[in-house]
């Protein structure tokens, strides 16, 4: 199919109007057709395919665009990808009709395109009609070269995603009173410095029913609307937008519906974040935030507590050097992720009395004091640590008898649990990783064979590593060894002989390197 150039009516048969060649078909996708320049269409369209729904052209680079896709009545759905010989998206595309009445695109609610390098110009059709009625998303991803505006009035568009293209000028959001989601990235023209808030403030002030915001990559956005975003916002992600000034803490209260709020590399200027006037927060992610130095949960534990709030994500913050709770806000705790924070001094003392909490993550904080295994809640299922301070791990870890996965980055963890004369991991444990091990070059078994529950054991990442517990100390309950970035011990078992191939003959599934060796 690569090689065809052009496709009519060998492809449709002749039309008559008692002849319909797809009368039932609903589904029509082309992908990587790199010859094909031209779609001879006999008959119209809406003769050869009816009852058309969907309608997908994928990397077809030399065909020629302008398809009278409009009088396809019952389409649904058009995406267009990689079409780098199309440069004008005329009146054509809408078809024609010598009716007064006809509409194009009656029924379509997803128009999609993405990688057109070539295309410059979106002719609209203009004067009363609507071009697509029922629209609900709309995407264009990466069309760098298009200028000029898109359609202006889309009345049921509820999803609209603008990524990658820098020489779009103006949007008409006063023509999108549906619209729920919203999703700039790398519009530089269209945000650009001299009028990014005022554009950004327009759309905020007519899109008053927006639920979610995504904004990626917009340098030149530094404020938000005087008067804040709507009130209706649910999900707000910020990736890349460093100069932004984050939301002042005084109008949070307005925001009761937000329930999820990600800042990635974003809001330079913000030192501190408190969390306690979101009271729906279901998640909190803050990764890269160059100069936040303190994060508090709730002020004091009078104040309403965050009923709602499951996952907290903090990450890359360098000058982070206090995280609080400030008290019993967050009951409900599932995931908590602490990671990469060079100055960081403490974790929040609370944390051990968050009964609901599961999943723990805190790696890369070197400034880490005083904290033990005693201060880990008992209802932990998932726990991952590595270079973490002065943390105490010569204690006792039975009390975690719900922990069923661990993962260790680094040596000095597996150090003192080889050391120690009485094993510490609790023998609930079925999943054990253990990674990033740059000296160790033996596995002592004393501190494994207890683990009588383990079922997969994981060692990633271990240069040095040559030996592995004596025959007989690996658990007799291991079903799967699996092994990367070890190049020694890969020596040892390729010949399937000799000492350290019978340390681990009995199991059943050993792998090295993602492949099964038994």
Known sequence: MKSIKRIGTEFTGSISHSFQPFSFLETLEFDTMLEWE????????????????RLSLRQCPKLKGNLPLGQLQNLEEIILEGMKSLKTLDTGFYGSSSSRLFQPFPFLKTLSFTNMQEWEEWKLIGGASIEFPSLTRLLLCNCPKLKGNIPGNLPSLTSLSLKYCPNLKQMSPNNFPSLVELELEDCSLLM?????SDVFNQLMIFLNALRNISLRNIPSLTSFPRNGLPKTIQSLKIWKCENLEFLPYESFHNYKSLEHLEISDSCNSMTSFTVCALPVLRSLCIYGSKNLKSILIAEDVSQQKLLLLRTIKIEHCDE???????????????????????????????????????????????????????????????????????????????????????????????????????????????????????DIKC????????????????????????????????????????????????????KKRGKEWRKIAHIPSVLINGQMIT
């Open 38 to 53: 031209d779609w001879k269409l006999i008959g119209g369209t809406t003769a050869e395919f009816p009852r058309l729904k």
């Open 192 to 196: 650009e410095a001299r009028h990014s």
């Open 320 to 438: 982070l050097e206090s995280f609080s709770l400030g008290g019993f806000p967050i009951p409900n705790l599932i995931h908590l992720s602490v990671c990469n924070c060079k100055k960081l001094y403490s974790l929040p003392r609370s944390i051990n009395i968050l009964a609901s909490l599961e999943e723990m993550k805190i790696h890369d904080l070197p400034n880490l004091q005083s904290f033990s295994i005693h201060d880990f809640p008992i209802s932990l299922r998932e726990l991952s640590v590595g270079n973490v301070g002065g943390v105490l791990w010569n204690t006792t870890w039975e009390r975690l008898t719900s922990l069923l996965e661990l993962l260790i980055w680094g040596d000095d963890i597996v150090n003192v649990l080889m050391k120690t004369e009485v094993p510490l991991l609790p023998a609930s444990l079925v999943s054990l990783k253990i990674s990033l091990l740059e």
């Open 443 to 494: 596995l002592d078994g004393k501190w494994l064979q207890h683990l009588t529950s383990l079922q997969h054991f994981d060692i990633i990442d271990a240069p040095k590593l040559k030996s592995l517990p004596k025959k007989g100390k690996l658990p007799s309950s291991l079903k799967v060894l699996n092994i990367k970035k070890c190049p020694l011990l890969k020596a040892s078992w390729q």
